[in-house]
C-alpha cells in the first residue's frame, strides 16, 4: 500500500487540481481560511477568498513553491463570496482558470480567468459563462476540442436546476428515483463559453440501470474529475456525505458511464475532493485531509498518493485512513 504525503504544510489548502506544464507540476487549490462562519450543510463556512499556485519540479522529492495570489474574489467584477474549486487548462499558450463563485445574489455560476503564464497572475472576465451554474468544474482536452464537467449538490446547488433551467423551488429526487448528475459540455473555441447546452453525465449499476438518488455509497454528489486511461475515460467523483471518491468508466466521453468502485475511502474530514494525473509514467491521485488541523473540515490540507492499476483496468483501493 501506498502511503500519501502532504504536499504544502505552510497553509491551509485542497480541492488539488494537479496538471503538468511545461515539464513542471503545477497544482491549483482552494485556499482555506478560517472564516469564523459556523458549520453546516450548505457549506458557508467554507468561505474561501482568492486561488494560489503551487508548483514542483519534481512531485516525489522536490520543495513546493508558491507563486502567491493568483486570482481573488476581490478582482471579480460579478464576485459575491465563496471561491470554491477550480480547474486549469491550456490552449495555444494561453492559461484558462475555471472557478466556482457565487454571485451577489448568492447563486453559485463559473468564472473564467486568463493568463499567459500558468502561473498567473490569471484575469477574469466580466461575467461567468453563460447559463453555467453549481460548481467544480474540471476541464478534460482531447483532439483539439476541450470538454467541462461540472456540478455538486447540497451547497453546489446542483439540485435547484433541471435541463439547465432554474427551478422555482429547490428539490432532490425521491431515493429510489435516478440520482442527481454531473454536467458535461463542449467549449467554445475562444473557451469562454458552452458550444452546447450541457448534457447529464449518467453513471449505471452493474445491471445498466442508473444510479439511484439514495444509493448515496455510490453516487454523484461532487467533486468532478476525467482521465482516460487505456482508450476509455474514468470519470471519478466524490459521494460527498458517505466521504468515498469513487469512479466510473465509459468509452464515450459524454457516457454513459458504468460504476466500477472505489479509489480513496474516507479521510479525515468531511469533504473529498481531487485530481488524477499521469506525472513521468507513474499515475498519481491528490487529494487532502484535515488531519494537521485537527479534523477541522474547513481546514484542510494537500497530498498525494501513487494511483495503481489493476491488469484489468480497475483501480486498486487507496485507505483515506477516516472512518
Request: aromatic share 14%; glycine share 8%.
Amino acid at each position: 500500500m501506498k502511503t500519501p504525503k502532504y504536499l504544502f504544510p505552510k497553509d491551509y489548502m485542497a480541492d488539488p487540481s494537479a496538471h503538468v506544464f511545461n515539464g513542471k507540476v503545477y497544482i491549483y487549490p482552494s485556499h482555506d481560511r478560517d472564516s469564523g462562519i459556523p458549520e453546516n450543510d450548505n457549506g458557508d463556512h467554507f468561505d474561501m477568498r482568492d486561488y494560489h499556485v503551487i508548483s514542483f519540479d519534481n512531485i516525489e522529492n522536490g520543495n513546493p513553491t508558491d507563486h502567491g495570489v493568483i486570482l481573488s474574489v476581490d478582482d471579480i467584477a460579478w464576485a459575491g463570496r465563496q471561491l470554491w474549486d477550480s480547474d486549469v487548462a491550456e490552449k495555444n499558450g494561453k492559461y484558462y482558470l475555471y472557478f466556482s463563485l457565487k454571485d451577489k445574489n448568492d447563486v453559485f455560476h463559473l468564472g473564467v480567468a486568463i493568463s499567459d503564464k500558468p502561473d498567473g497572475k490569471f484575469i477574469p472576465q466580466e461575467n461567468p459563462i453563460k447559463g453555467s451554474y453549481s460548481i467544480d468544474p474540471c476541464v478534460f482536452a482531447e483532439n483539439g476540442e476541450y470538454y467541462i464537467i461540472f456540478g455538486g449538490i447540497w451547497g453546489g446547488q446542483l439540485q435547484r436546476y433541471r435541463n439547465n433551467k432554474a427551478l422555482e423551488i429547490a428539490a432532490f429526487p425521491a431515493d429510489n428515483e435516478p440520482a442527481l448528475c454531473a454536467k458535461i459540455a463542449r467549449l467554445n473555441a475562444a473557451m469562454l463559453e458552452f458550444a452546447e447546452e450541457p448534457r447529464d453525465l449518467v453513471i449505471l449499476d452493474e445491471n445498466g440501470k442508473p444510479l439511484m438518488q439514495g444509493d448515496t455509497t455510490r453516487r454523484f454528489f461532487e467533486a468532478s474529475w476525467l482521465h482516460k486511461y487505456n482508450g476509455k475515460y474514468y470519470f471519478s467523483y466524490s459521494t460527498g456525505d458517505t466521504h468515498r471518491l469513487c469512479y466510473a468508466v465509459s468509452d464515450n466521453i459524454y457516457g454513459p458511464y458504468t460504476y466500477m468502485g472505489v479509489i480513496l475511502t474516507p479521510v479525515v474530514g468531511w469533504t473529498t475532493h481531487h485530481s488524477i494525473v499521469k506525472i513521468n509514467d507513474k499515475w498519481y491521485l491528490f487529494h487532502h485531509d484535515s488531519v494537521p488541523s485537527g479534523g477541522q473540515t474547513w481546514l484542510r490540507s494537500m497530498k498525494v498518493v501513487e494511483l495503481e492499476y489493476n491488469p484489468d483496468g480497475t483501480i486498486k483501493t487507496i485507505e483515506g485512513g477516516g472512518e
